[in-house]
Every structure is written in C-alpha cells, then in structure tokens.
C-alpha cells in the first residue's frame, strides 16, 4: 500500500517499536497493533518503515469562532467566545456522527483533503485578533491530532488564552499525562453506560470512558459532560439514573448537557428525541442530586443553576 505523504511530516509522540517492523501506537486506548505500511484505527497514523507517522499533523479541515456555549460549556468562561479547530480523524465509529464527513477518513485521501496547513502561532494569533479567549479543540477527537494540539496549547497558554477540548475521552495514559499541564477545560461524551452499545455502536469501550472522566475529575481541569439521549438505545431511566449517579459520585456540581438525537449519518432508522425524554432525563438528575443540568438541540431549554 502506498503511503499518505504530506508536509510536513510528524511521527507520532506514543507508540512502540516491535518485532517485523510492527508498531503499538499509545495515543488512544484502542492501543493499535499496525502492521507496515498498515493504519491505526482512525486511519490518521501510519506505519511507514517501521515508525508511526501522523497524516493529518498540521492541517486544519475546519476552523470557526464559536460562543463557548456551543461546545458546549456553560459553567466555564461564559459570554465569551472560543476559536474553535479541528484536524481531520477520530478514534470512534460511531454511527450517528454529526461529523462523519470530516471525522472519518478514508486511506486513499490526499494531502489536500486532510485540510490546509496552519502553523501554531496562526491559529493562536488568529484566536487573539478575533477577541477569543480560548482555544478549542473540537468538531473531531482532539486525541487524534494531539501532536498538533501541543504546540498550539503551549502558546495558546503564554498568550493568556485558554485550551478547551470536546473529546469522547477515549484518550491513553500517555496522552493525558502531556496535555495535563495545559488543558484548562474538557467536555466528555459519555454515549451510553451500557457496554454493549459503546462497543457495538462506538467501537470502543465503556470502562476506559468512565475511567478519564474519573481522573479528570479529580484533576484541576474544568469538566463538564455531554449525553446524545437516543431513543431505545440509552433513553431508559435506568441508564439514565446509573449515568446520573456516576456523574453525582464525582461531584455534583459537574454539569450535565442532555442533548436531543437527530437521524444522522448510518442511524437514519431512529426519530428524533422526543423533548418529554429529555424532560424525564433532566428530572433523573435532580432527583439524584445534579445542580447544573442542561437540555441542548431542542427549542425549550430547562435549566438548574
């Protein structure tokens, strides 16, 4: 198979050498076992020769000004704005992505699909002009361009500006050791607490998910938490009580975000989330405990300060 050349070139931060040119890429908890010449799961990191190249290191495929809240954020910076990036991949394949068309990627992609080259001090310079006060990584798995994050969140910090990631939180040991000095905000997406549906629709697995929200959570990072509520998929009060009483074991006052499902990418079989489950969802997490839980993607939003 013949390689994805693109400038410049980046080997990947965490993986291991094996035996026939074989490498375990570190970045995510899927730990990659990648033949030569062979792609990692999120199909953005290569072995070439026996080293783990990344695809996508440098190259923006989306970048917008968004209100924080749109991350969304509500009990962090509020009011002000977020110089929102995304590079392309992610570690998930989950079949109702609201970003498929830049979160999955194909191995036959150009360079120029991958999205344009942007240097670090662009972006952060782009941040400061449009009166920014943070930087997030968003629209794809932050994880999967961390190479790319670093650089930006080291100067984004030297700035005065803050760095926010939007991440399904499927990140390795290794990673979050490296982005822990610099990340002053994260929100997670906890899908399902079934471990099932996070393997059958998700590719990946629950526990590792549960297991960074705890770290961060007991980290000094703001966190905050997001559940896409599926109908017949995880919109039971029993899946939702369990999410709730997680969440309230951490701390109470981490917010809790329930948005509304929409048919999207290969789930166009299911309908939209009626607002009466949101509703019975938001009632859950009062009644467990939650103080800050908010209803997203419908028109009435219910909320608990």
Same mark, same amino acid.
């Given at each position: 198979?013949?390689?994805?050349?693109?400038?410049?070139?980046?080997?990947?931060?965490?993986?291991?050498?094996?035996?026939?040119?074989?490498?375990?890429?570190?970045?995510?908890?899927?730990?990659?076992?990648?033949?030569?010449?062979?792609?990692?799961?999120?199909?953005?990191?290569?072995?070439?020769?026996?080293?783990?190249?990344?695809?996508?290191?440098?190259?923006?495929?989306?970048?917008?000004?968004?209100?924080?809240?749109?991350?969304?954020?509500?009990?962090?910076?509020?009011?002000?704005?977020?110089?929102?990036?995304?590079?392309?991949?992610?570690?998930?394949?989950?079949?109702?992505?609201?970003?498929?068309?830049?979160?999955?990627?194909?191995?036959?992609?150009?360079?120029?699909?991958?999205?344009?080259?942007?240097?670090?001090?662009?972006?952060?310079?782009?941040?400061?002009?449009?009166?920014?006060?943070?930087?997030?990584?968003?629209?794809?798995?932050?994880?999967?361009?961390? =190479?790319?994050? $670093?650089? /930006?969140? *080291?100067?984004?910090? +030297? @700035?005065? %500006?803050? #760095? &926010?990631?939007?991440?399904?939180?499927?990140?390795?040991?290794?990673?979050?050791?490296?982005?822990?000095?610099?990340?002053?905000?994260?929100?997670?997406?906890?899908?399902?607490?079934?471990? =099932?549906?996070? $393997?059958? /629709?998700? *590719?990946?697995?629950? +526990? @590792?998910? %549960?297991? #960074? &929200?705890?770290?961060?959570?007991?980290?000094?990072?703001?966190?905050?938490?997001?559940?896409?509520?599926?109908?017949?998929?995880?919109?039971?009060?029993?899946?939702?009580?369990?999410?709730? =009483?997680?969440?309230?074991?951490?701390?109470?006052?981490?917010?809790?975000?329930?948005?509304?499902?929409?048919?999207?990418?290969?789930?166009?079989?299911?309908?939209?989330?009626?607002?009466?489950?949101?509703?019975?969802?938001?009632?859950?997490?009062?009644?467990?405990?939650?103080?800050?839980?908010?209803?997203?993607?419908?028109?009435?939003?219910?909320?608990?300060?």
């Amino acid at each position: 198979m013949q390689s994805v050349h693109l400038y410049p070139m980046k080997e990947s931060l965490f993986y291991k050498k094996l035996s026939d040119n074989k490498v375990q890429c570190q970045t995510c908890a899927h730990l990659c076992l990648i033949g030569e010449n062979g792609f990692g799961i999120c199909h953005v990191r290569q072995n070439i020769g026996g080293r783990l190249f990344v695809l996508n290191y440098g190259r923006v495929i989306a970048e917008h000004v968004d209100p924080i809240e749109k991350k969304p954020f509500y009990q962090y910076l509020p009011g002000s704005w977020a110089y929102s990036i995304a590079s392309r991949g992610c570690n998930f394949r989950c079949q109702h992505c609201q970003n498929a068309d830049i979160s999955q990627v194909e191995t036959k992609f150009s360079a120029d699909e991958y999205g344009i080259i942007r240097k670090p001090e662009e972006i952060v310079k782009a941040a400061l002009d449009n009166n920014c006060a943070s930087i997030a990584y968003t629209y794809t798995e932050p994880t999967i361009f961390v =190479e790319y994050c $670093l650089p /930006i969140m *080291k100067l984004a910090r +030297e @700035k005065g %500006l803050k #760095n &926010i990631w939007v991440s399904n939180g499927y990140f390795s040991d290794e990673t979050f050791k490296v982005i822990l000095p610099y990340l002053d905000a994260i929100n997670i997406d906890l899908k399902f607490f079934n471990k =099932e549906n996070y $393997l059958k /629709i998700c *590719k990946a697995r629950l +526990e @590792k998910v %549960l297991e #960074n &929200i705890t770290k961060i959570s007991e980290s000094k990072i703001h966190l905050e938490i997001t559940t896409l509520i599926i109908p017949d998929l995880n919109d039971s009060e029993q899946e939702l009580r369990a999410m709730a =009483e997680f969440i309230f074991k951490l701390n109470p006052d981490i917010p809790w975000h329930l948005s509304a499902f929409h048919p999207e990418y290969k789930m166009l079989d299911k309908d939209s989330t009626p607002l009466s489950t949101l509703k019975m969802a938001h009632e859950i997490a009062k009644d467990v405990g939650l103080r800050h839980v908010y209803l997203g993607n419908v028109k009435i939003r219910v909320r608990r300060v």
